[in-house]
């Protein structure tokens, strides 16, 4: 009876232990991303930009709360800035590039959990990185009716989004979110991009553009 009675409480011990490691490793926060493409469009406008555009996007993570690795990253951010050989979301035929953006307030320790945790949440785009940056990695999101107000500014890196307007954004009446969002464990509603671009170094490229149907605005959870 001794020997059950130890086995059950061992077995307690481990799953209270668990359940507190599952808990200590949850990490939420806001989420932005926009591209040089439109991922709020009708099947025949995206078809027709295949490879012509979207080949470009800025991606932006701000935490609340979490740790990642056993590194508290409360409160930080970093950005992920992406140049594709294709469009975004579609079959790949080389290697995307990329650069990373920390959060300058990050000690050297969390500097290299963010890096990781973007290259995590952004898979085989972010696996070619050609550089890291340090720099301050501001992101808010405004009150607005259809929740999709925000803006990210980071080293170089800049989004500024509003609500789509299914009046006045719309183009062919069959509008959809036809790009999915290219970070991991993300709910996100579709934005327009009222401005967007990269003016930084590490990619051998800058791009900068307006008024386009080509964001993402929500949050993440990652257990």
Known sequence: MLHKMTFAVASLVLLHSATAATETARITGQYIEARTCDVWTGPCFANADFNLSGKNAVMAWKID???FEGVSLDGLGMVAVISASDTLGLT???PARSVIIVDDK???SQRQALVRLAQKQGGHYL???QAVRYAPVAMSVCECKGGSCAEV???GAHIKTRCIDAHHDKACGNETAFYPPLARNVSVRPAAAVET???G???RETWREFDRRGAYVGSFEIR
């Open 65 to 67: 709360t979490g740790s």
């Open 92 to 94: 790949q035929t080389g």
């Open 106 to 108: 990050a000690t050297p």
């Open 127 to 129: 696996k070619n990185v």
């Open 153 to 155: 500014k980071a080293g």
């Open 197 to 199: 671009g990269f003016q």
């Open 201 to 203: 170094t590490g990619l």
